[in-house]
C-alpha cells in the first residue's frame, strides 16, 4: 500500500477535528502543515467558522454577518480571505519542509475555493500523507475526492473516536520513520 491519504468523515459534532488533533499531537510532528477548522460562538450561538492553520494563523471562514454570493446556510463565507491565509498551508509545492498535510475539513465552504480545490488535488497527489477531514455527503469535488481509489475514508462514530488517534499516528509513523 502507498503512502496513506486518510479522510475521517462522521455526523457533524461526532470529533473528527478532535481526533487530527489528538493523532498530531501523538505524533509531535513540527513539520506537519495545513489547517483545522473550529466554531466560532458568542451570545447568539454559533456566529460562524475559523480556520487556523498548524503554525497559529487565524482566518475566518466564515461568519453570520459576512455577506456576500458564497453562502451556506445563514453563513457567508470569506473565499478571498481563506485563500490567502490558509491554503497555502495545504500546497505541497508551498510547503517543502511538511511532511504531512492536515485538512479539516474539504467540506462545502472550503470548496468555493477553486485555490483550495487544486492544493487539495496537488496534496493527494504528492508522496506525503495526508490526514483529514471530508463531508459525509456532496456532490462535484467532494464526490471527486471521496471516489479517489487512493483515499480512505474512515467513519469517525462515538464508539471508536478514542482509539483512532493511536492507531492513526501509528500508521503515519510507519510512513515517516519517526517515533
Do not use: W
Not at 450561538?45 to 494563523?57: P, S
Not at 453563513?75 to 511538511?98: C, K, L, N, S, T
Amino acid at each position: 500500500m502507498g503512502v496513506p491519504k486518510i479522510l475521517l468523515t462522521g455526523r457533524p459534532g461526532v470529533g473528527k477535528t478532535t481526533v487530527i488533533m489528538r493523532t498530531l499531537a501523538l505524533l509531535e510532528r513540527p513539520r506537519a502543515s495545513g489547517f483545522y477548522t473550529r466554531e466560532l460562538r458568542g451570545p447568539r450561538g454559533r456566529l460562524g467558522f475559523e480556520a487556523v492553520t498548524l503554525d497559529g494563523h487565524r482566518q475566518v471562514l466564515a461568519h453570520v454577518d459576512f455577506h456576500g454570493p458564497q453562502r451556506v446556510s445563514k453563513y457567508g463565507v470569506d473565499v478571498a480571505g481563506f485563500e490567502r491565509e490558509i491554503v497555502p498551508h495545504v500546497d505541497p509545492a508551498a510547503r517543502p519542509e511538511a511532511d504531512l498535510i492536515v485538512v479539516d475539513e474539504i467540506g462545502k465552504m472550503e470548496c468555493f475555493s477553486s485555490a483550495f480545490q487544486a492544493a487539495v488535488r496537488g496534496a493527494l497527489d504528492s508522496p506525503l500523507p495526508l490526514l483529514g477531514t471530508i463531508a459525509s455527503f456532496g456532490g462535484g469535488f467532494i464526490a471527486q475526492v471521496r471516489g479517489r481509489p487512493d483515499v480512505e475514508l474512515i467513519e469517525v462514530t462515538a464508539a471508536n473516536r478514542e482509539r483512532l488517534p493511536a492507531q492513526l499516528a501509528a500508521r503515519l509513523r510507519q510512513v515517516s520513520g519517526r517515533a
